[in-house]
């Protein structure tokens, strides 16, 4: 296209932004950037690029397009997901306090408190979804309020303008991990949020091949800081990854359409059922945030869980899927399942876990782009065996 994709819509900027045509060849992909290198024209004056770790062209690329999706400054790709938050927390500095979700992404939990808290930083573990929560939880040290909406495993949504203003009159930044909603169905920025965290290796890319994580600032000054930490700690995205999370996002669009589809028409189902004795899934009337979720998303996403009662239900139900693929991670075309006690969520401690409602019967699905009617069936004879 010609002209400036950021004053158009959501799919148009999906497609276009962060790659105009190559201006060498005219290519409409974005080439993958191989080099660790670039030539300087004369001392002191290069075409923007000067190593690897500081600018890859195929990694701006990416930077551009996950900055226009979520109406952010800028966009930092990192290695990972984890390697993202990493960056975030740098942020802060020893001495200082966070305020998290709960129930975030095992993996966060695990870097908080078995290497950050090594670093004198603190975190309080708290029930997002009542702001009057977070407000306890601030002291004078808090700078970070971490939240993530719906939280993983358990669903549990959180009102991301409240929390803002909260933080806000603390002089303390919200972050949010947006990975489960991805840009199309939330932009926490438009809620004021600071700064958005994706683990690139779920939606974005949506194809389960490939690792990653973006981050995108609203504002100048963290926009600064994590080009430097790309630079100065070096976690950055290869070009290989960037290329394949860019061509993921092409069809972020339609793919969201159809994953959230299919989860709602099987989150239907589950709770129909009476070898199910819990559904969570925001986009059921019953669920406690599904109010909220609907002021602050344009749609329910893909993730869904569900409580077969016990660790021998789950499985037997787990052991007997034909078309579902038991697997760790989520956000990809085929439907991905797995039990958060003993995979995503085994690093937290199991009081915590019970604490948490994650119980051994727990089930977490990740709708895919398979046929409805097959998955459907699939769980439908899984449930029987049970
Ligand atoms: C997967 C995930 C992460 C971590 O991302 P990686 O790319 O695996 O490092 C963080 N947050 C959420 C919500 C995730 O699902």
Known sequence: MKGDPNKLGFSTRAVHAGQPPDPTTGSVAVPIYATSTYVADELGKHKGFEYARV???????????????????????????????????????????????????????????????RYDLSFSWVDTTDLANIEAAMTDRTRLVFLETPTNPMMEVTDIAGAVEIARDRGALTVVDNTFMSPYFQRPIEHGADVVMHSATKFLNGHSDALGGVLVAAHEKQSEWFAFVQKSAGAVLGPFDSFLVLRGIKTLPVRMERHERSGRAIAAFLAGHDKVTRVLYPGLPDHPGHALHQRQSSGFGALISFDLGSHESAKTFLDALQVMSLAESLGGVETLISQPATMTHASVPPEKRAELGITDGLVRASIGLEDEADLIEDLEQALARI
């Open 55 to 117: 600018q890859n062209p195929t990694r701006t690329a990416l930077e551009e397009n996950v900055a226009a999706l979520e109406g952010g400054r800028s966009g930092h790709a990192f290695a990972s997901g984890m390697a993202s938050i990493s960056a975030i927390l740098t942020l802060i500095k020893a001495g200082d306090h966070v305020v998290a979700s709960r129930n975030v992404y095992g993996g966060t939990y695990r870097l908080f408190t078995q290497i950050l808290e």
